[in-house]
């Protein structure tokens, strides 16, 4: 089975950075996504990360270190637009099926 | 990248009714996937929609209520049945990408039951 968990909701400033952690439980683990959902729209995706360290997009990074079971998402120079719920989701290699945390919704303020 | 129609887009259902939501895509896909957000959740797994083949359903979810079609590799359908308002919810077809497996979605179907 899968066990995922991550902060429910935070909150941070326009400009500011901030760090959203997903630890995760999987067996058979094969990458793990970040996927950004505005409310109201579909998800989008993020980044994907299927090997240990920081995969680099602009504002965005995420990291991932498969001894831990621990990823995290860096969100730089944060922007208003960029409240929105953002979901850890690792695959499993058995199945290849995404299944997704509870997501962490921020909330950026001016 | 996919892209991927869903409909309806929305709609309010009577308890007890049953409602199919179709899902196109542009290109041939392998794996295929409906999933539901009920209000403030994340996205719950449903099943795997297998081409030619039954569905693949996680824990919690049946045949009966669910019923899942895909009669070829563009093309899925999702029928929620007897529908009770704890069904009112977004249901979402998603697809995988062919190199990395990263999920695309569809824009989603809001459905109230009343």
């Known amino acids: 089975g899968q066990n995922i968990d991550q902060p429910t909701e935070m909150t941070a400033t326009e400009g500011a950075i901030v760090q959203i952690n997903c630890t995760y439980q999987t067996s058979g683990f094969n990458g793990l996504f970040w996927y950004q959902q505005h409310a109201g729209e579909a998800p989008t995706f993020l980044s994907y990360n299927v090997l240990d360290g920081l995969e680099e997009k602009g504002r965005f990074s995420s990291f991932l270190s498969r001894s831990k079971g621990y990823s995290y998402l860096l969100l730089k120079e944060l922007q208003m637009k960029d409240s929105a719920s953002y979901l850890c989701?690792?695959?499993?290699?058995?199945?290849?099926?995404?299944?997704f945390g509870t997501g962490t919704r921020l909330q950026v303020f001016p | 990248s996919a892209v991927i129609s869903q409909k309806p887009s929305r709609d309010i259902c009577q308890r007890g009714t049953s409602l199919t939501i179709q899902c196109q895509v542009d290109s041939q896909v392998t794996m295929m996937f409906w999933y539901r957000q009920q209000p403030g959740q994340s996205l719950t797994l449903i099943a795997t929609?297998?081409?030619?083949?039954?569905?693949?359903?996680e824990s919690g979810f049946v045949i009966d209520k669910f019923p899942i079609s895909r009669p070829n590799l563009t093309f899925s359908t999702l029928t929620v049945s007897n529908m009770s308002p704890e069904d009112s919810s977004i249901y979402l077809c998603s697809v995988q990408g062919v190199y990395t497996g990263e999920l695309f979605f569809g824009e989603g179907s809001r459905l109230t039951v009343l």
């Open positions: 989701a690792p695959r499993s290699y058995n199945t290849d099926k995404l299944i």
């Open positions: 929609a297998n081409q030619g083949s039954e569905a693949t359903y």
